[in-house]
Protein backbone atom coordinates (compact mmCIF):
# COMPACT_ATOMS: atom_id res chain seq x y z
CA UNK A 1 0.00 0.00 0.00
CA UNK A 2 1.28 3.26 -1.12
CA UNK A 3 2.39 5.59 2.26
CA UNK A 4 1.22 8.28 3.69
CA UNK A 5 3.69 11.10 5.26
CA UNK A 6 5.96 11.33 2.53
CA UNK A 7 7.05 13.40 -0.50
CA UNK A 8 9.07 13.10 -3.21
CA UNK A 9 12.63 14.84 -4.17
CA UNK A 10 13.34 13.22 -7.41
CA UNK A 11 13.91 9.79 -7.59
CA UNK A 12 14.08 9.79 -3.78
CA UNK A 13 11.42 9.56 -1.50
CA UNK A 14 11.36 11.93 1.75
CA UNK A 15 9.49 10.56 4.59
CA UNK A 16 8.15 12.27 7.17
CA UNK A 17 6.44 9.60 9.34
CA UNK A 18 9.73 10.08 12.30
CA UNK A 19 12.23 12.56 13.09
CA UNK A 20 14.81 10.51 10.82
CA UNK A 21 13.22 11.64 7.62
CA UNK A 22 15.18 9.25 5.64
CA UNK A 23 15.71 10.30 2.24
CA UNK A 24 15.06 6.58 0.57
CA UNK A 25 16.47 6.22 -3.10
CA UNK A 26 14.73 4.07 -5.41
CA UNK A 27 14.67 0.54 -4.50
CA UNK A 28 15.70 0.81 -0.90
CA UNK A 29 14.16 1.21 2.07
CA UNK A 30 13.95 3.09 5.13
CA UNK A 31 15.49 2.97 8.57
CA UNK A 32 12.32 1.47 10.19
CA UNK A 33 12.70 -1.04 7.63
CA UNK A 34 9.15 -1.15 6.96
CA UNK A 35 8.76 1.48 4.12
CA UNK A 36 10.17 1.22 0.61
CA UNK A 37 10.72 3.15 -2.68
CA UNK A 38 9.02 1.10 -4.99
CA UNK A 39 8.09 2.79 -8.96
CA UNK A 40 8.01 6.46 -7.38
CA UNK A 41 5.98 6.10 -4.75
CA UNK A 42 7.13 4.95 -0.79
CA UNK A 43 5.34 1.78 0.21
CA UNK A 44 3.95 0.63 3.41
CA UNK A 45 5.50 -2.94 3.47
CA UNK A 46 3.74 -3.81 6.54
CA UNK A 47 -0.03 -2.54 5.94
CA UNK A 48 -2.35 -5.12 6.81
CA UNK A 49 0.25 -8.11 7.70
CA UNK A 50 0.72 -8.47 11.75
CA UNK A 51 3.08 -10.26 12.78
CA UNK A 52 1.63 -10.61 16.18
CA UNK A 53 -1.63 -10.92 17.33
CA UNK A 54 -3.13 -11.61 20.78
CA UNK A 55 -5.64 -11.51 23.43
CA UNK A 56 -4.44 -9.39 26.42
CA UNK A 57 -5.22 -7.95 29.37
CA UNK A 58 -5.00 -4.21 29.50
CA UNK A 59 -2.96 -3.97 32.27
CA UNK A 60 -0.14 -6.01 30.20
CA UNK A 61 1.02 -3.05 27.94
CA UNK A 62 0.80 -2.05 30.62
CA UNK A 63 -1.99 0.51 31.91
CA UNK A 64 -2.97 1.00 35.34
CA UNK A 65 -6.01 3.38 35.02
CA UNK A 66 -7.16 2.90 31.60
CA UNK A 67 -10.04 0.47 31.61
CA UNK A 68 -8.81 -1.44 34.22
CA UNK A 69 -9.91 -5.54 34.02
CA UNK A 70 -10.45 -5.29 30.43
CA UNK A 71 -9.07 -7.17 27.47
CA UNK A 72 -7.13 -5.38 24.99
CA UNK A 73 -7.14 -7.24 20.91
CA UNK A 74 -3.02 -5.99 20.62
CA UNK A 75 -1.11 -6.29 17.34
CA UNK A 76 2.12 -5.56 15.85
CA UNK A 77 4.30 -5.83 12.87
CA UNK A 78 7.97 -6.23 12.12
CA UNK A 79 10.58 -3.03 12.35
CA UNK A 80 11.34 -0.28 14.23
CA UNK A 81 12.74 3.37 14.12
CA UNK A 82 14.97 2.39 16.93
CA UNK A 83 18.09 0.90 17.47
CA UNK A 84 17.49 -0.04 20.95
CA UNK A 85 20.64 -2.31 22.56
CA UNK A 86 18.08 -3.71 25.52
CA UNK A 87 15.10 -4.20 23.19
CA UNK A 88 12.56 -6.97 24.26
CA UNK A 89 10.69 -7.48 21.04
CA UNK A 90 14.02 -7.80 18.91
CA UNK A 91 12.12 -10.37 16.77
CA UNK A 92 9.70 -8.28 15.78
CA UNK A 93 11.56 -5.23 15.75
CA UNK A 94 14.70 -6.19 13.43
CA UNK A 95 12.40 -8.63 11.72
CA UNK A 96 12.59 -7.71 7.81
CA UNK A 97 8.55 -7.91 7.06
CA UNK A 98 9.39 -9.85 3.50
CA UNK A 99 11.06 -12.12 4.89
CA UNK A 100 7.98 -14.71 5.57
CA UNK A 101 4.67 -14.97 4.39
CA UNK A 102 2.38 -13.68 6.40
CA UNK A 103 -1.35 -13.81 6.25
CA UNK A 104 -3.08 -10.06 5.27
CA UNK A 105 -5.84 -9.21 7.67
CA UNK A 106 -7.53 -5.61 6.59
CA UNK A 107 -8.25 -2.64 8.93
CA UNK A 108 -12.11 -4.47 9.36
CA UNK A 109 -10.90 -8.03 10.22
CA UNK A 110 -9.10 -6.90 12.95
CA UNK A 111 -12.16 -4.92 14.55
CA UNK A 112 -14.42 -7.67 13.85
CA UNK A 113 -11.83 -10.42 15.76
CA UNK A 114 -11.82 -8.02 18.76
CA UNK A 115 -15.45 -8.10 19.02
CA UNK A 116 -15.40 -11.66 18.60
CA UNK A 117 -12.83 -12.01 21.02
CA UNK A 118 -14.72 -9.92 23.79
CA UNK A 119 -12.23 -7.25 23.83
CA UNK A 120 -13.11 -3.67 24.70
CA UNK A 121 -10.25 -2.11 23.18
CA UNK A 122 -8.07 -2.67 20.39
CA UNK A 123 -4.17 -1.80 21.05
CA UNK A 124 -1.62 -1.08 18.59
CA UNK A 125 1.53 -2.37 20.30
CA UNK A 126 5.17 -5.03 20.56
CA UNK A 127 7.38 -3.00 17.56
CA UNK A 128 6.57 0.27 17.47
CA UNK A 129 3.43 1.33 15.69
CA UNK A 130 4.10 4.73 14.87
CA UNK A 131 6.14 2.90 11.38
CA UNK A 132 2.56 1.44 10.65
CA UNK A 133 0.64 4.64 11.32
CA UNK A 134 -1.44 3.99 7.39
CA UNK A 135 -2.50 0.60 9.65
CA UNK A 136 -3.42 2.20 12.75
CA UNK A 137 -5.15 5.44 11.71
CA UNK A 138 -7.37 2.79 9.22
CA UNK A 139 -8.05 0.49 12.19
CA UNK A 140 -8.98 3.35 14.80
CA UNK A 141 -11.17 5.13 12.61
CA UNK A 142 -13.40 2.07 12.08
CA UNK A 143 -13.17 0.68 15.74
CA UNK A 144 -14.37 4.06 17.41
CA UNK A 145 -18.02 3.18 15.77
CA UNK A 146 -18.15 -0.07 16.48
CA UNK A 147 -17.68 0.66 20.16
CA UNK A 148 -13.99 -0.57 20.20
CA UNK A 149 -11.37 2.12 21.97
CA UNK A 150 -7.94 2.73 20.69
CA UNK A 151 -4.45 2.61 23.15
CA UNK A 152 -1.37 2.88 21.63
CA UNK A 153 2.02 1.25 23.44
CA UNK A 154 4.92 3.86 21.39
CA UNK A 155 8.59 5.25 21.70
CA UNK A 156 6.86 8.95 20.90
CA UNK A 157 9.08 8.86 17.81
CA UNK A 158 7.10 10.62 15.44
CA UNK A 159 7.17 13.99 13.65
CA UNK A 160 4.65 16.63 14.53
CA UNK A 161 2.59 16.69 11.25
CA UNK A 162 2.23 12.71 11.51
CA UNK A 163 1.12 12.95 15.31
CA UNK A 164 -1.36 15.37 14.71
CA UNK A 165 -3.13 13.05 12.76
CA UNK A 166 -2.39 10.03 14.42
CA UNK A 167 -3.10 10.52 18.29
CA UNK A 168 -6.80 12.42 18.03
CA UNK A 169 -7.51 8.87 17.12
CA UNK A 170 -5.92 7.33 19.96
CA UNK A 171 -7.95 7.01 23.46
CA UNK A 172 -4.71 5.88 25.79
CA UNK A 173 -1.02 5.93 25.02
CA UNK A 174 1.69 4.57 27.22
CA UNK A 175 5.30 6.12 25.79
CA UNK A 176 8.13 4.96 26.86
CA UNK A 177 10.26 7.71 28.30
CA UNK A 178 13.70 5.75 27.99
CA UNK A 179 15.74 8.91 29.82
CA UNK A 180 15.61 11.89 30.96
CA UNK A 181 19.70 12.08 29.34
CA UNK A 182 19.58 13.23 25.12
CA UNK A 183 22.99 11.21 25.48
CA UNK A 184 21.16 7.83 26.62
CA UNK A 185 18.73 8.81 23.23
CA UNK A 186 21.80 8.72 21.18
CA UNK A 187 24.06 6.19 22.56
CA UNK A 188 21.72 3.22 23.12
CA UNK A 189 18.37 3.86 20.88
CA UNK A 190 20.04 6.45 17.93
CA UNK A 191 17.27 8.60 18.28
CA UNK A 192 16.72 12.21 20.00
CA UNK A 193 15.02 12.86 23.56
CA UNK A 194 13.17 16.12 22.36
CA UNK A 195 11.63 14.90 19.64
CA UNK A 196 9.59 12.25 21.88
CA UNK A 197 9.17 14.66 25.05
CA UNK A 198 7.34 16.63 22.07
CA UNK A 199 5.57 13.98 21.22
CA UNK A 200 4.38 12.88 24.83
CA UNK A 201 3.15 17.03 25.42
CA UNK A 202 1.28 16.93 22.33
CA UNK A 203 -0.56 13.71 23.32
CA UNK A 204 -0.95 15.06 27.08
CA UNK A 205 -2.23 18.46 25.08
CA UNK A 206 -5.00 16.58 22.88
CA UNK A 207 -6.66 15.44 26.55
CA UNK A 208 -5.86 11.82 26.22
CA UNK A 209 -5.48 9.13 28.78
CA UNK A 210 -1.62 9.34 29.03
CA UNK A 211 1.00 6.69 31.00
CA UNK A 212 4.80 6.61 30.77
CA UNK A 213 7.30 4.08 30.95
CA UNK A 214 10.94 4.27 31.97
CA UNK A 215 12.61 0.44 31.37
CA UNK A 216 15.30 1.08 34.93
CA UNK A 217 18.36 -0.49 33.08
CA UNK A 218 21.17 -1.21 36.20
CA UNK A 219 24.26 1.38 35.17
CA UNK A 220 22.56 3.17 32.77
CA UNK A 221 19.88 5.02 33.75
CA UNK A 222 18.96 3.80 37.28
CA UNK A 223 20.51 6.88 39.70
CA UNK A 224 18.02 8.24 41.86
CA UNK A 225 18.79 11.85 39.56
CA UNK A 226 17.73 9.81 36.82
CA UNK A 227 14.24 9.34 38.32
CA UNK A 228 14.15 12.66 39.76
CA UNK A 229 14.52 14.15 36.42
CA UNK A 230 11.48 12.10 35.20
CA UNK A 231 9.47 13.27 37.67
CA UNK A 232 10.70 16.78 37.00
CA UNK A 233 9.10 16.73 33.52
CA UNK A 234 6.05 14.68 34.72
CA UNK A 235 5.46 17.78 36.64
CA UNK A 236 6.47 20.04 33.75
CA UNK A 237 3.05 19.15 32.46
CA UNK A 238 1.02 20.20 35.35
CA UNK A 239 -1.07 17.42 35.66
CA UNK A 240 -0.66 14.64 38.51
CA UNK A 241 -3.25 12.30 36.86
CA UNK A 242 -0.19 10.96 34.54
CA UNK A 243 0.61 7.55 35.44
CA UNK A 244 4.15 6.74 36.09
CA UNK A 245 5.68 3.08 35.30
CA UNK A 246 9.68 1.75 36.12
CA UNK A 247 10.13 -1.49 34.91
CA UNK A 248 12.61 -3.86 35.89
CA UNK A 249 14.99 -4.75 33.38
CA UNK A 250 16.29 -8.55 32.19
CA UNK A 251 19.32 -9.17 30.43
CA UNK A 252 18.29 -9.44 26.52
CA UNK A 253 19.55 -8.66 23.01
CA UNK A 254 22.76 -6.79 23.11
CA UNK A 255 22.42 -6.21 26.92
CA UNK A 256 23.01 -9.69 27.91
CA UNK A 257 26.05 -8.83 29.95
CA UNK A 258 24.19 -6.50 31.98
CA UNK A 259 22.13 -8.42 35.49
CA UNK A 260 18.69 -7.96 36.03
CA UNK A 261 17.85 -4.42 37.51
CA UNK A 262 17.37 -5.23 41.76
CA UNK A 263 14.05 -4.96 42.74
CA UNK A 264 15.32 -2.80 45.38
CA UNK A 265 16.23 -0.23 43.00
CA UNK A 266 12.40 0.48 42.16
CA UNK A 267 11.03 0.55 45.64
CA UNK A 268 13.69 2.91 46.05
CA UNK A 269 12.17 4.69 43.15
CA UNK A 270 8.73 4.30 44.03
CA UNK A 271 9.64 5.90 47.45
CA UNK A 272 10.82 8.95 45.77
CA UNK A 273 7.85 9.23 43.64
CA UNK A 274 5.89 9.14 46.60
CA UNK A 275 7.88 11.94 48.26
CA UNK A 276 7.27 14.13 45.42
CA UNK A 277 3.10 13.06 44.99
CA UNK A 278 3.59 10.94 42.37
CA UNK A 279 1.62 6.76 42.50
CA UNK A 280 4.55 4.97 40.75
CA UNK A 281 3.73 1.80 39.42
CA UNK A 282 6.38 -0.91 39.16
CA UNK A 283 6.74 -3.26 36.45
CA UNK A 284 8.26 -7.13 35.38
CA UNK A 285 8.68 -7.88 39.34
Given amino acids: MEARFYRMDGDCAVCGLCPRRCRIAPGKRGACQARMNRDGKLISLVYGVPAAIQNDPIEK ?110 DAANIDLKSMDPAFYLDNCRGNLADVLASIRLFHRLGGHLELTTLVIPGKNDRPEDAEAVFDFAESLHDRSVVLHFSRFFPCYLMRGIPATPPETLYRIREQGAKRGFSVRLGNL
Fill in 61 to 170: KPFAEFMPGTRAFSIGTLGCNFFCRNCQNDSLSRGIPEAEPRRTIPPEAIVEAALRYHCESIAFTYNEPSIWTEYTMDIAQLAHPAGLKTVLVTNGYITQEAARELYPLI
